[in-house]
């Protein structure tokens, strides 16, 4: 079959470089894809949110799956407006509607679904501008510290932990009046602080059958240690250890069968990954955050340890047959080092050369933002650049891949963080 694949970054490489193995693919188009996915595929000067141009890219091209990597096209609602078009409304999408999608597009919108539904995350409130009162007297009876989420999205940089209630306070103010977040934070999620060890675990689901994919742990600050701010992601893990059998048949019982059920029963039409950001506080699972997509890097340790055809699964979760999909997953480990441009995720300069090694062992090299300059030269055009994946039967093997592989990585002013999965080592 020919498919069609929306995005630009680590995830969608990763995506592409595990639909290509699969024999039932023909023809894979990225749009727009990066300097990665040219090699293995056929990108599309398309962009994400021109949904007029996709829907005719798909009928020119006898498209037969789309695959929406990214949440904005999401949350903006590209899923209905295919299956709205007489053109599209028969070809299977992976991704949820934009109603199931508001579960990442409205922080406000997942909490009230988690209560209804049972779902055990932490006690919140929600504030607006003209509450901005109501909102300071409630951290006045909070404990601290004390989590604020902008409600929209906010490229995974929405989210503040504050230690203490002046720097709450003055926080709460600058997101609403002063729309630090722009439009995202017009509305202000106030949340208990859940302490624990944070983890990710990814659902595929058709909207009624479901496979739990490999869990994954990532580390989301810039500084080693979990200093500085947070970015879109530095690294992940999978397998973590603390995420064994009785905890994941907690998390299947008491979040994922809750979250589908909950999706049926509220008719919110849901074929795509459900991506559940959680706390095993003490053994318990708490949920975090839902978001609506992979999660990038995770997905580029995720992705590498499912052995089963990765396209078979994509087209079960868009037919809605993937109660026959059997899902097959390797017990080795994959870490992820995410390398990007000095300066992220503040400001930095794009259109660096970036040099790649001649051959590479035990690891695999995705691209994110990278891109060609006027010579054809490999260069930066993002925050986030390169992550590079170490496979390996420990944990100990498939980071010295990893980091070995980001050694043979070079550019002006490119920055890694070296203790990523270090912690877990530790523990083991």
């Known amino acids: 079959m020919n498919i069609l694949l929306l995005g630009s970054g680590g995830r969608e490489h990763a995506f592409a470089w595990k639909i290509v193995q699969s024999t039932n693919c023909t023809q894979l188009y990225v749009a727009p894809g990066n300097a990665g996915t040219e090699s293995i595929a056929t990108n599309v000067a398309i962009s994400i ?3 007029d141009a996709i829907r005719d890219f798909i009928t020119s091209k006898d498209i037969a799956l789309v695959v929406v990597g990214p949440e904005e096209p999401l949350v903006k609602g590209i899923v209905d407006f295919l299956q709205n078009q007489p053109e599209t409304a028969a070809i299977p999408v992976v991704g949820p509607s934009q109603l199931g999608a508001t579960l990442e597009g409205s922080k406000d919108f997942s909490k009230r679904f988690m209560q209804r539904n049972n779902v055990p995350t932490a006690a919140y409130e929600t504030f607006t501008a003209d509450q901005l009162e109501a909102g300071l007297a ?5 404990n601290l510290p004390i989590v604020l989420k902008a409600d929209g999205l906010a490229a995974g940089k929405g989210v503040l932990i504050c230690l203490t209630l002046e720097e709450a306070k003055a926080s709460l103010k600058e997101m609403l009046l002063d729309q630090k977040f722009g439009e995202a934070s017009s509305k202000v999620v106030i949340e208990e602080f859940l302490t624990g060890i944070e983890l990710s675990v990814f659902v595929a689901t058709d909207g009624k059958n479901y496979k739990i994919l490999p869990e994954a742990k990532d580390y989301k600050r810039i500084g080693e240690g979990d200093t500085g701010l947070n970015t879109g992601g530095m690294g992940a893990v999978s397998p973590v250890i603390f995420a064994d059998e009785a905890f994941m048949a907690k998390v299947e019982e008491k979040v994922v069968k809750p979250t589908v059920d909950g999706l049926a029963k509220e008719n919110i039409p849901y074929k795509g990954f459900l991506f559940i950001g959680l706390m095993n506080k003490d053994g318990e699972p708490h949920v975090i955050e839902y978001n609506v997509r992979m999660g990038d890097p995770e997905t580029e340790a995720v992705l590498p340890r499912i052995e089963s055809d ?5 087209h079960g979760i868009g037919t809605g047959t993937l109660d026959s999909y059997e899902l097959k997953i390797s017990p080795d480990y994959a870490t992820t080092v995410v390398m990007v441009s000095g300066g992220y995720p503040g400001s930095y300069e794009k259109g660096k050369v970036i040099s790649l090694p001649d051959t ?44 070995a592989t980001v050694k043979g990585i070079n550019w002006d002013q490119a920055y890694y963080r070296k203790d990523i999965g270090m912690d877990i080592l530790n523990l083991m």
């Open 49 to 51: 949110t021109d949904f």
């Open 138 to 142: 409630y951290l006045d009876s909070q």
């Open 310 to 314: 990765f396209l078979a699964l994509l």
């Open 360 to 403: 590479v062992q035990g690891a695999e090299i995705f691209h994110a933002g990278t891109g060609r300059n006027e010579s054809g030269e490999l260069v930066n055009q993002g925050g986030r650049v390169i992550a590079v994946t170490g496979k390996g039967e420990s944990l100990q093997e498939a980071l010295s891949n990893a980091f």
